[in-house]
């Protein structure tokens, strides 16, 4: 292989890492946990019983702390959409007849 394929492959490489870097961004990630979480716990919240409530002195901690992941899943997918990764920089490829020069 010669340095012009090497370059290549190393630029296709680079193009691909950075498409699953958008893909896995931690925000997705973390916003899509705590939304899954917070639905959970906010049905569970939804379907205490009173004995539950009792023992907890009146308070539904479960559907409090439902709907504090759920806003703070929705903040972090919001972030996302409002600042998303960038996308890489476009690196020009150099024409053949630049590469058959210099063999």
Do not use: C
């Amino acid at each position: 292989m010669s340095d012009y394929e090497y370059q290549h492959e190393v630029e296709e490489l680079e193009r691909k890492s950075a498409t699953a870097a958008r893909l896995f961004d931690i925000r997705r990630i973390i916003g899509g946990l705590f939304m899954i979480y917070g639905v959970i716990v906010t049905i569970a919240g939804l379907t205490v019983s009173d004995a539950d409530l009792d023992k907890a002195e009146g308070v539904n901690i479960n559907l409090w702390t439902g709907l504090g992941m759920l806003a703070l899943g929705l903040f972090f997918l919001v972030w996302l959409k409002l600042n998303p990764t960038p996308p890489p920089p476009d690196v020009p490829l150099p024409d053949d007849t630049e590469h058959r020069e210099t063999q």
